[in-house]
């Protein structure tokens, strides 16, 4: 039998841009968390080297996705991003008179922008409905309730490992 030139091979990476070598590499540890393998994951997503500011922010945004889309593991993903907080460099500001960018800022920011990304209510619009059967609408105002529970879930866990500060849950309570 011969062997193709172009046959696929385990492992081979095949020239991925540095985000896309990340993102596989942070995907397929997140892939396998559970409670009890926590530790042995959050070493190994410590290993990952970040050259860049932006390099943590895409992560930490990898890991909030990942968190809000298996609200059963939120518990367990904001005790990783909690382990994390003190293993990734602090890069320092591009221009003067900015923060240092680190693991705690960009997980604020992200929490903040996630939040502030969130529809104001669940209801359909009169184009979502004109668009929609009622099945999908339903399907979709499901989506949307269990995205904005799964946030709150997490980013009560955030606060209660005091990676989130109590002005910031206030201000969250005070927009709901």
């Known amino acids: 039998m011969r062997v193709s030139d172009k046959g696929y091979r385990i492992g081979e990476t095949g020239g991925l841009s540095r985000d896309d070598d990340i993102e596989r590499r942070v995907r397929s540890l997140l892939n396998k968390i559970c409670p009890e393998n926590l530790k042995t994951i959050v070493d190994r997503l410590a290993l990952i080297e970040l050259y860049k500011a932006e390099e943590l922010e895409f992560v930490i945004r990898i890991i909030f996705a990942k968190a809000l889309a298996e609200p059963h593991y939120c518990e367990t993903y904001a005790d990783m991003v909690f382990a994390l907080r003190t293993r990734y460099p602090e890069f320092p500001?591009?221009?003067?008179?900015?923060?240092?960018?680190?693991?705690?800022?960009?997980?604020?920011?992200?929490?903040?922008?996630?939040?502030?990304?969130?529809?104001?209510?669940?209801?359909?619009?009169?184009?979502?409905r004109q668009k929609n059967t009622a099945d999908d609408l339903r399907l979709e105002m499901k989506r949307r309730k269990d995205k904005m529970l799964a946030n709150m879930k997490f980013i009560g866990n955030l606060f209660l490992r005091q990676l989130l500060a109590v002005k910031v849950i206030g201000q969250v309570v005070h927009d709901l």
């Open 93 to 128: 500001a591009e221009q003067e008179g900015e923060k240092a960018t680190t693991f705690t800022r960009v997980l604020l920011n992200t929490c903040q922008n996630e939040f502030e990304s969130l529809p104001s209510t669940f209801e359909p619009t009169e184009e979502e």
